[in-house]
């Protein structure tokens, strides 16, 4: 029996979901290629996960998807993304700024207490100011 492939995904996780749907209405299918996924990584390698049906089937399932995706909301890439934290970002920045000034205030600090501390190359003699 020839197979023809009627969706492809990144996600193993879409192609099942789809596979479940076409099996719910009693059209056999399978998801191939989603092991490849490991294979690559956290690299994004194109659609490797597919589902295939019969032949036979292949326009029935098609018909199907197609119903499925135009049922969903369309999301816009922002929604996808999530929004940007500027609030978060800006805390982070300030609190890294606050960190450097403390860090130098700090070795200005310990810079002028070793003014008046002993020269450990020449023995017990205070410094010179």
Do not use: C, K
């Not at 009693?26 to 295939?52: K, M």
């Not at 609190?95 to 450097?100: E, I, N, Q």
């Amino acid at each position: 029996m020839a197979t023809t492939t009627v969706f492809e995904s990144q996600l193993a996780v879409e192609a099942h979901m789809i596979s479940d749907l076409l099996r719910q209405v009693e059209i056999p299918s399978q998801v191939l290629g989603e092991y490849l996924q490991t294979g690559a990584g956290e690299l994004p390698v194109g659609n490797l996960v597919r589902v295939v049906v019969g032949g036979e089937h292949a326009a029935e399932a098609r018909a199907v998807i197609a119903e499925w995706e135009s049922a969903q909301p369309a999301m816009p890439l922002t929604a996808a993304i999530g929004p940007t934290p500027v609030v978060g970002v800006s805390r982070y920045v300030l609190v890294f700024v606050l960190g450097a000034l403390a860090g130098a205030a700090i070795m200005w600090a310990a810079q002028q207490d070793s003014a008046t501390a002993l020269d450990n190359d020449r023995g017990t003699e205070p410094l010179a100011p």
